[in-house]
């Protein structure tokens, strides 16, 4: 079976302070996804990466980056210089053979 | 370029009232998905559809939930008869294809008295 483990439930942060949401996936597959949603208080789940299997290479995007480790079955996300807007929960996703997992999502809170 | 549209936004029912809600997914997307997401839980898949067929639906409590996704465009997800557990948000995501990014309406908040 599949399944998505976010161990922090809340972090709380000042701004500009880096922080790293954990992501650790289980499943017997080779070939897979793993994806991270922001929702934000609005409410509708924002796209923000998409990661295969076969493809390892660490991903940064602003102030945004992926680490992802096969070897530990963890795909973390940091976000550097936190800001006020990046206030929102973090969901990590899993998606194998039409079946697509969500962890149970990080609550972040940026503190002016 | 549109994003997925959901209605209601919000709905307040009885238990044992059916009520329905209504997608129409980005332009050219193939893929259509429903999940339910409850207070301070991440989003589960309820039914994937390819075009107007079904490809997952094995999460979908089939007594009482049921969906269609007409001429493979807009769908409509019913639950008939509601029950207090069936309290959550309803939202309907649609993509290219199964392993591409999925793309996430407003959501249909539902609460159940």
């Known amino acids: 079976a599949q399944k998505v483990t976010q161990a922090q439930t809340e972090i709380s942060v000042v701004e500009k302070e880096d922080v790293t949401l954990d992501c650790v996936y289980e499943?017997?597959?080779?070939?897979?996804?793993l994806f991270w949603y922001k929702q934000p208080p609005s409410g509708e789940l924002v796209f923000l990466i998409r990661?295969?299997?076969?493809?390892?290479q660490n991903e940064i995007s602003g102030r945004y980056s992926w680490n992802f480790q096969k070897s530990t079955s963890s795909f973390n996300f940091t976000i550097t210089a936190s800001q006020v807007v990046d206030s929102a929960v973090y969901f990590c996703?899993?998606?194998?053979?039409?079946?697509?997992?969500f962890g149970a999502g990080t609550r972040l809170t940026v503190k002016p | 370029e549109a994003g997925v549209a959901q209605s209601p936004r919000y709905k307040i029912i009885e238990k044992r009232q059916s009520v329905a809600f209504w997608c129409n997914p980005i332009?050219?997307?193939?893929?259509l998905y429903w999940y339910q997401q409850i207070l301070g839980q991440g989003p589960k898949l309820l039914i994937q559809?390819?075009?107007?067929?079904?490809?997952?639906d094995s999460q979908l409590p089939k007594d009482r939930f049921s969906a269609e996704r007409l001429k493979g465009v807009d769908s409509t997800l019913k639950i008939q008869p509601a029950k207090l557990e069936d309290s959550a948000v309803y939202l309907c995501?649609?993509?290219?294809?199964?392993?591409?990014?999925?793309?996430f309406g407003p959501g249909t908040r539902l609460t159940v008295t």
């Open positions: 990661r295969n299997s076969f493809d390892e």
């Open positions: 499943t017997r597959d080779t070939t897979y996804y």
């Open positions: 332009s050219g997307h193939a893929t």
């Open positions: 995501a649609s993509s290219l294809a199964g392993v591409y990014e999925q793309y």
């Open positions: 996703a899993l998606w194998h053979n039409n079946d697509m997992r």
């Open positions: 559809f390819q075009n107007n067929g079904v490809v997952d």
